[in-house]
Each structure stands twice: as structure tokens, then as C-alpha cells.
């Protein structure tokens, strides 16, 4: 029972991912940061193995690798999406303080920042970029939202579960978690009306 209960709360709480890219692609470019949260340094959490999605990255005709650090256990690569020049650091771990609610002031923070130690295992960061490679008359925000419906659409097609931590909106309250995108391929969730 308690499981049920779980599973309900699980496909109730959060939008769907494929509505949410729907509504990113046809987002005026300059609501995108007040709707979606889009800026510099934004995470989506990805549970898929490491060296396959790098894998993916390096044969796709859509990035181009840039460098790789390891340091102790932590491996961080670093790509460039060359329709828009954003960068990807992907790195084969979750930090705390990525997490939605990583401050832990209440139990839902807590419960948020668990949810998402524990079900992802790779990071990507999106990062604006600089300033002499911005595409002229296209905002950053727009730039970057072109990633985010790649990387969502890639997250469908093959069934691997995502998160994007950071997809509240700045016009919206901070612990409005109901905008916290999962995709879960593994749990069926309620059809369309």
C-alpha cells in the first residue's frame, strides 16, 4: 500500500516531460528564464551509464568534445553544442548542492534533495556562452532551451530516466515543486486527456 501511495505521489506531483518540452519550445524567448528557470549553470540529472552517454556525445554530429578532468573519483567532460556554442560539463555524479531543496529547511526539501542523490548518477551543466560567441540576436535563454528540448527529447526516445532541478521557474515560489521535471519511462503515468 505504501508503495501505491509512493507511485501516485511520484506521477501526480511533477509536469510530464514531454509537455514541458512542448511548452519550452513555444515559450516567447524572453520568458523562458521567468517560466522555465532557464540560466547559467543549469542542471539536468540523468540515470544512464556515464561512458554510454559520453559515448553519445562524441558520435553525435551535434557536439563537439572540448576536454576531459579527472580528479579523485570525479570525471567531468566538457562539450560544446555547435548549433548554439552552449557548453555541457557532464560529470558522473550528483552533488548535493545541485539538488532542488538541497538547503533541507523542511521535510518535502529533504524528501526532493533524497529523491534525486539516489535516483541519477550523471550531471550535465549547461553554461551560457561567452560573451565574443553569443549568436547574435538570440538570448542565451533560447540558446539553451534548444539544448534542454535535445537532451529532453533523447531522454524519451531511449527510455532514461532525467531531472531538471532547476526547471522552477523565477517567476514562480522557489519550493513550487510541482515544476520540478521527472521523466520517468519506467512508471506508466495517466494518458493525456
Request: proline content about 3%; glycine content about 4%; aromatic content about 12%.
Amino acid at each position: 500500500m505504501i508503495v501505491t501511495f509512493k507511485y501516485l505521489v511520484n506521477i501526480s506531483l511533477h509536469m510530464r516531460l514531454d509537455d514541458y518540452l512542448e511548452k519550452l519550445q513555444n515559450c516567447q524567448d524572453e520568458r523562458l528564464k521567468s517560466e522555465f528557470g532557464l540560466s547559467d549553470n543549469w542542471y539536468i540529472f540523468l540515470n544512464m551509464d556515464f561512458n554510454r552517454f559520453i559515448d553519445h556525445l562524441k558520435e553525435s554530429d551535434n557536439y563537439s568534445y572540448l576536454d576531459a578532468r579527472k580528479q579523485n573519483d570525479e570525471v567531468c567532460y566538457f562539450f560544446e553544442d555547435k548549433s548554439t556554442v552552449i557548453e555541457l560539463q557532464i560529470v558522473n555524479k550528483i552533488y548535493d548542492m545541485t539538488t532542488t531543496g538541497c538547503a533541507c529547511e523542511t521535510e518535502i526539501d529533504k524528501i526532493e534533495s533524497k529523491r534525486q542523490l539516489r535516483d541519477y548518477n550523471l550531471t550535465i551543466v549547461l553554461q551560457h556562452p561567452y560573451r565574443d560567441r553569443n549568436i547574435e540576436n538570440v538570448l542565451n535563454s533560447r540558446l539553451m532551451g534548444n539544448v534542454v528540448l535535445n537532451i529532453g527529447n533523447f531522454a524519451i526516445e531511449k527510455g532514461i530516466p532525467l531531472c531538471m532541478p532547476q526547471s522552477i521557474g523565477f517567476d514562480y515560489d522557489k519550493k513550487d515543486y510541482s515544476r520540478i521535471i521527472y521523466h520517468e519511462p519506467n512508471i506508466p503515468v495517466p494518458s493525456k486527456k
